[in-house]
């Protein structure tokens, strides 16, 4: 038995690869650091849904089909009005905004798919705007799809290099082979369960700390340092009280995280144009402290630097607020969870894996003395006695 399932091979996909022993992560064919980097998000959606990169008129179709699809429902508005009142946290938000986008629908799987694709940017920013008092922005049809996000963020149009950093993050973060809300987005479409069903399950599971929740603690930690003379002392209590590095390590990686690479990079480039470069300077110092004091503490384990620590600094540099770290991560997997649904339909077999029972035993039922619990016809069930 497997615990976690840990290393259980559930199903076959041509969606992504994870070579943990490697360091390599390869989308649909391409590794992350060739695509992630020069490739649109419209680009990739459509490699992912439709197995190979879109020709010119292809691409072009595609981005306007897409485009097409970002208004929310009035329904879905009010919803979100409602949660931004009640003050919920974004995940919780994007969960029921999710859910609702069935409505008026016929549940016909690559439309709820692309729906799903187009409309998670309008529902995080709306959600976000709403609840900061502010009214949500009109949607444009003329941005790409990476633009649009954080044009419904702000109201004002994002520059050239903050929107390829987004891009960059956004297609980096776009599948990564089996993981927790992907599993569950396809054992719920393998019971023919709707799309929007089990994409709004996969939002559920990514907002679990274990999951999609650990960029914020890692950006909190570069914080509670605050300068780069105190990275040796703050880290080494940390190890010594037996704590967990938020940003290094990897359930699946053996070395360096491939996408922390990537994003670092991003982040480089979109620190070097206009953005403060303190914070920068900071983590890349508490990254250097950080894995020397690794190695000194675990010298039996290869604990590298992983896509959170740079998730963290480039969603900052952006402008995010933590607790967009994780909606923002929804909008790039969405492509992954809507990809591996019509995958995983396409498959036609329910996902049923077995259990092992480790309780009791040989135990019998016994009333007590207790008279039978009897009910006469129209009457309430009452406790005896």
Same mark, same amino acid.
């Given at each position: 038995?497997?615990?976690?399932?840990?290393?259980?091979?559930?199903?076959?996909?041509? &969606?992504?690869?994870?070579?943990?022993e490697?360091?390599? &992560?390869?989308?649909?064919g391409?590794?992350?650091?060739?695509?992630?980097?020069?490739?649109?998000v419209?680009?990739?959606?459509?490699?992912?849904?439709?197995?190979?990169?879109?020709?010119?008129?292809?691409?072009?179709?595609?981005?306007?089909?897409?485009?097409?699809?970002?208004?929310?429902?009035?329904?879905?508005?009010?919803?979100?009005?409602?949660?931004?009142?009640?003050?919920?946290?974004?995940?919780? #938000? &994007?969960?029921? #905004?999710?859910?609702?986008?069935?409505?008026?629908?016929?549940?016909?799987?690559?439309?709820?798919?692309?729906t799903?694709?187009?409309?998670?940017?309008?529902?995080?920013?709306?959600?976000?705007? &709403?609840?900061?008092?502010?009214?949500?922005?009109?949607?444009?049809?003329?941005?790409?799809?990476?633009?649009?996000?954080?044009?419904?963020?702000?109201?004002?149009?994002?520059?050239?290099?903050?929107?390829?950093?987004?891009?960059?993050?956004?297609?980096?973060?776009?599948?990564?082979?089996?993981?927790?809300?992907?599993?569950?987005?396809?054992?719920?479409?393998?019971?023919?369960?709707?799309?929007?069903? #089990?994409?709004?399950?996969?939002v559920?599971?990514?907002?679990?700390?274990?999951?999609?929740?650990?960029?914020?603690?890692?950006?909190?930690?570069?914080?509670?340092?605050?300068?780069?003379?105190?990275?040796?002392?703050?880290?080494?209590?940390?190890?010594?009280?037996?704590e967990?590095?938020?940003?290094?390590?990897h359930?699946?990686?053996r070395?360096?995280?491939?996408?922390?690479?990537?994003?670092?990079?991003?982040?480089?480039?979109?620190?070097?144009?206009?953005?403060?470069?303190?914070?920068?300077?900071?983590a890349?110092?508490?990254?250097?402290?950080?894995?020397?004091?690794?190695?000194?503490?675990?010298?039996?384990?290869?604990l590298?630097?992983?896509v959170?620590?740079?998730?963290?600094?480039? /969603?900052?540099?952006?402008?995010?607020?933590?607790?967009?770290f994780?909606?923002?991560?929804?909008v790039?997997?969405?492509?992954?969870?809507?990809?591996?649904?019509?995958?995983?339909?396409?498959?036609?077999?329910?996902?049923?894996?077995?259990?092992?029972?480790?309780?009791?035993?040989?135990?019998?039922?016994?009333?007590?003395?207790?008279?039978?619990?009897?009910?006469?016809?129209?009457? /309430?069930?009452?406790?005896?006695?």
């Open positions: 038995m497997r615990e976690g399932l840990d290393d259980v091979v559930a199903v076959s996909t041509r &969606l992504s690869h994870v070579d943990g490697a360091g390599e &992560l390869t989308i649909a391409y590794p992350v650091d060739d695509l992630a980097p020069h490739a649109s419209e680009e990739v959606a459509y490699l992912l849904l439709y197995g190979n990169l879109p020709e010119e008129s292809e691409r072009v179709r595609f981005s306007v089909d897409l485009a097409e699809r970002r208004g929310i429902p009035t329904a879905v508005l009010d919803l979100l009005r409602a949660a931004a009142h009640d003050n919920a946290p974004p995940m919780d #938000a &994007l969960r029921m #905004a999710a859910a609702a986008l069935a409505l008026g629908r016929n549940g016909e799987p690559p439309d709820d798919a692309l799903a694709i187009a409309s998670f940017p309008t529902i995080v920013g709306t959600y976000w705007r &709403l609840r900061n008092g502010d009214e949500p922005v009109p949607v444009r049809y003329d941005l790409g799809h990476a633009a649009h996000y954080l044009h419904q963020l702000s109201g004002a149009l994002p520059s050239a290099e903050r929107t390829r950093a987004l891009e960059t993050y956004l297609i980096t973060v776009c599948d990564h082979g089996l993981n927790a809300s992907t599993f569950a987005a396809r054992v719920i479409i393998s019971t023919r369960s709707d799309v929007i069903s #089990a994409i709004t399950g996969a559920g599971a990514l907002k679990g700390p274990l999951h999609g929740g650990a960029p914020g603690p890692a950006l909190d930690m570069v914080l509670e340092i605050g300068a780069s003379e105190r990275a040796e002392s703050v880290i080494r209590a940390k190890l010594d009280r037996g967990r590095l938020m940003g290094f390590g359930r699946v990686y070395v360096r995280d491939p996408r922390a690479d990537v994003l670092a990079q991003a982040a480089e480039r979109l620190y070097a144009n206009d953005v403060d470069r303190s914070i920068y300077d900071l890349r110092s508490v990254e250097a402290t950080a894995l020397r004091l690794l190695r000194e503490h675990k010298p039996d384990r290869r590298d630097t992983n959170e620590f740079y998730t963290a600094l480039l /969603l900052h540099g952006l402008g995010l607020p933590t607790e967009l994780t909606p923002t991560f929804a790039g997997r969405v492509l992954g969870w809507s990809a591996h649904c019509l995958e995983q339909l396409r498959e036609g077999r329910l996902i049923r894996p077995q259990s092992a029972y480790v309780g009791p035993t040989g135990l019998q039922y016994r009333n007590w003395g207790q008279p039978p619990i009897t009910v006469a016809t129209g009457a /309430l069930l009452e406790h005896p006695g």
